[in-house]
């Protein structure tokens, strides 16, 4: 489907039209690398650029008029946002979702058993920022649990969160479950019974401006079976 989605691409002679500018959540960065090797792979000559960030932070990049060709975000919120400035080119897809999880560093130092003993202010936990998908999904679950984690800081992607935890710079971090299977032996994960109350939805879409032919192709990828038995495979659930 996605070498037919490019059979309408300018012509051979076009840069412009072999490039397939992608903005991705942080947390999509593995899965994501994947699929745009298999894109290329399936439509000889096209070239795919990947731009992986907080979706708050590509989100704002977009509506200052950065080019791309796809969005896909880590929660529906930041989604519409684009979609109300008419930057979508059709209506997002539901294409995955996550969900979280205590991240520790190995050995777990700090004795984190539950998601209550992140309210202890001895623990040095790492939150992302609340404009930031993880960040809205962390604020959800503290909700639901009833308590209030006093974060050491508050960054702007999850990635950035985990990276604070492998190295040891905090005792625990919220990040996705999906950042813990991509980690293998460089964390620890903790699941905790209130992350039920905060399961993130991703949406994709192709934006109005750009290459909206090999958009389509590449969103007929990810979400197709070959797409969807990957994410599978990365942890992701289902939309």
């Known amino acids: 489907m996605a070498v037919l989605a490019l059979t309408a691409c300018g012509a051979p ?21 994947t699929l745009a090797e298999d894109f290329e792979a399936a439509n000889p000559g096209m070239e795919v650029i990947l731009s992986f960030a907080g979706s708050s932070d590509l989100a704002t990049q977009l509506s200052a008029g950065a080019p791309a060709d796809v969005f896909a975000a880590a929660d529906t919120a930041t989604m519409d946002r684009l ?17 979280l999880m205590i991240a520790v560093p190995p050995g777990n130092p ?23 998908p993880c960040g809205a999904a962390a604020a959800q679950a503290q909700q639901a649990a009833g308590i209030t984690v006093n974060a050491v800081s508050e960054e702007s992607s999850v990635t ?80």
């Open 13 to 33: 002679g076009d840069s412009a039209e072999k490039t397939l500018t992608v903005f991705a959540a942080a947390s999509l960065q593995s899965s994501f690398t």
């Open 83 to 99: 979609v109300q400035q008419g930057l979508i080119d059709e209506a997002p897809v539901d294409f995955a979702s996550n969900t």
């Open 160 to 239: 950035d969160v985990l990276g604070k935890v492998r190295s040891g710079q905090a005792d625990a971090g919220l990040v996705y479950v999906t950042d813990v299977l991509a980690a293998g032996d460089a964390v620890e994960g903790i699941d905790f019974d209130e992350s039920d109350q905060a399961v993130t939805t991703y949406p994709l879409a192709a934006m109005t401006a750009g290459n909206v032919d090999a958009a389509r192709g590449f969103l007929d990828l990810v979400t197709g079976p070959a797409g969807r038995q990957l994410l599978a495979d990365a942890g992701f659930g289902a939309p």
């Open 110 to 132: 700090a004795d984190v058993a539950d998601f209550g003993d992140l309210a202890d202010p001895t623990t040095k936990v790492v939150l992302c920022a609340p404009q930031v």
